[in-house]
């Protein structure tokens, strides 16, 4: 199982970035998809995430209306495309890949991170 995220770097405050994380190993398309990220000396967080066939997606309130999350189960991709960028959106995201199934287990795979910094 591989998750490898991509896309992260240095922008200026309010530029974009659209990050990546290409999936193998695992059945993508039955998985649920999440982006987290990890600023320093805070605790991981739910950024976004999309169901296993992109019908439904979810946000966290800081990124709701600047961020995008999609998906393509063809290319077995992911994508977080991040716009209005705000230097406290500076942190390492990671790509997480989550499956429950019918008796209630769940498998979760995490990709390395990708480091991404907004500053002027």
């Known amino acids: 199982v591989q998750l490898v995220e991509s896309g992260g770097g240095l922008v200026q405050p309010g530029g974009s970035l659209r990050l990546s994380c290409a999936a193998s190993?695992?059945?993508?398309?039955?998985?649920?998809m999440s982006w987290y990220r990890q600023a320093p000396g805070k605790e991981r967080e739910l950024v976004a995430a999309?169901?296993?066939?992109?019908?439904?997606?979810n946000y966290a309130d800081s990124v709701k209306g600047r961020f995008t999350i999609s998906r393509d189960n063809a290319k077995n991709t992911v994508l977080l495309q991040m716009n209005s960028l705000k230097p406290e959106d500076t942190a390492v995201y990671y790509c997480?890949?989550?499956?429950?199934?019918?008796?209630?287990?769940?498998?979760?795979?995490w990709g390395q991170g990708t480091q991404v910094t907004v500053s002027s």
């Open positions: 997480k890949a989550r499956r429950t199934d019918g008796l209630g287990v769940s498998r979760n795979y």
């Open positions: 190993g695992f059945t993508f398309s039955s998985y649920t």
């Open positions: 999309i169901t296993s066939a992109g019908g439904m997606t």
